[in-house]
């Protein structure tokens, strides 16, 4: 069973914007509430980088490239988290993976694609 959907990827224009989410169904809210949410992304020929992070007190941080442009948030209620990304730029273009950190382990989505146009 897949422990992590996401969604929201495609491709856009550079300038434009594009919100993924990543959904853990499976996940209760006990355990939702004292897990870190990040997400990465891994360009082709690169390695796979952190770009957000939203931990379970809500502290954020993001990888300098993308400072200003994306905002990262959780909603327990649902289990999702969002990462919007406004004036994407080609080199955004890469698959985003969501990750899941906790005491009891961690877990990976299984990707999704974002392609920037110039």
């Known amino acids: 069973q897949v422990s992590l959907v996401e969604s929201g990827g495609g491709m856009v224009q550079a300038g434009g914007s594009l919100r993924l989410s990543c959904r853990a169904p499976r996940m209760i809210l006990s355990t939702f509430s004292v897990t870190d949410m990040e997400w990465y992304r891994q360009a082709p020929g690169k390695q796979r980088e952190l770009v957000a992070r939203i931990t379970s007190d809500r502290a954020t941080n993001y990888a300098d490239s993308v400072k200003g442009r994306f905002t990262i948030s959780r909603d327990s209620r649902k289990r999702t988290v969002d990462l919007q990304m406004n004036s994407l730029k080609p080199e955004d273009t890469a698959i985003y993976y969501c990750?899941?950190?906790?005491?009891?382990?961690?877990?990976w989505g299984q990707g999704i694609q974002v392609t920037v146009s110039s």
């Open positions: 990750h899941t950190r906790n005491q009891w382990g961690q877990d």
